[in-house]
């Protein structure tokens, strides 16, 4: 079975721009999570999704959000872009999102800010 | 709330000595803990998790982690260290019920050295 695949890898933006980071979950997850991974923060929750609908949302601004379609892959999306959202972004998915699924882990998107 | 703390933020062990990374967490309800291990440029792997029952668990690589109650810590432990097991390694907690997110400890970073 496949793994949760993130796309693109790598990316370069600038200051004021806008990105979208895509995640496709393991085949029959239906819960897609975000995480932003920086060296000074450690792993923070970004949001879940399940079924298409937010279920749960961290302490992040107004300026990173996501969507999850009907085939369960995820986007976020981070509008007018800071120095400082410079990080790793990690998508993890599992079965039904109850807690005791295991989640399991993209190898995530480098996104650089200049 | 919970939370987690990951004693020691690198830490460096001799070729087949062995491996003890702390992990302490805090929670007001039945927790459901990991280990998982970070290589470079990767995604979060699962070592192991803990739900109910058997405190003691086993999980891949021949690491272990025994869950103390009393103790509120869910210490990593794998009696001969590898080359290979040079990682970034992080404990998380969650609840067993409802679904809320990973609250991710800081991470320990271990060092192997021949």
């Known amino acids: 079975k496949a793994g949760v695949t993130q796309t693109p890898r790598y990316l370069i933006k600038t200051r004021g721009q806008q990105v979208t980071l895509s995640c496709s979950p393991i085949s029959g997850h239906r819960s897609v999570s975000w995480y932003q991974q920086t060296p000074g923060q450690g792993l923070q929750f970004l949001f879940e999704?399940?079924?298409?609908?937010?279920?749960n949302k961290g302490n992040f601004p107004g300026r990173f959000s996501g969507r999850q379609f009907s085939n369960s892959r995820s986007e976020m999306n981070v509008s007018t872009l800071e120095l400082g959202d410079s990080a790793l972004y990690l998508c993890a998915s599992r079965r039904e999102g109850q807690g005791t699924d295991t989640q399991y882990f993209g190898p995530g998107t480098r996104l650089t800010v200049l | 709330a919970q939370s987690v703390t990951q004693l020691g933020s690198h830490v460096s062990v001799s070729e087949g000595a062995l491996v003890l990374l702390r992990c302490n967490y805090s929670?007001?309800?039945?927790?459901?803990l990991f280990w998982y291990v970070q290589y470079p440029n990767q995604g979060l792997q699962l070592l192991l998790k803990?739900?109910?029952?058997?405190?003691l668990v086993k999980g891949i690589n021949g690491f272990e982690a025994e869950f103390k109650k009393s103790e509120t810590s869910f210490h990593l432990t794998k009696p001969s260290a590898h080359m290979s097991d040079a990682a970034e390694y992080f404990c998380a907690v969650t609840r067993l019920s409802g679904n809320t997110p990973l609250v991710f400890g800081k991470g320990t970073r271990l060092s192997v050295i021949a």
């Open positions: 929670s007001s309800v039945p927790p459901y």
């Open positions: 999704y399940f079924s298409e609908t937010q279920r």
């Open positions: 803990y739900t109910t029952g058997a405190t």
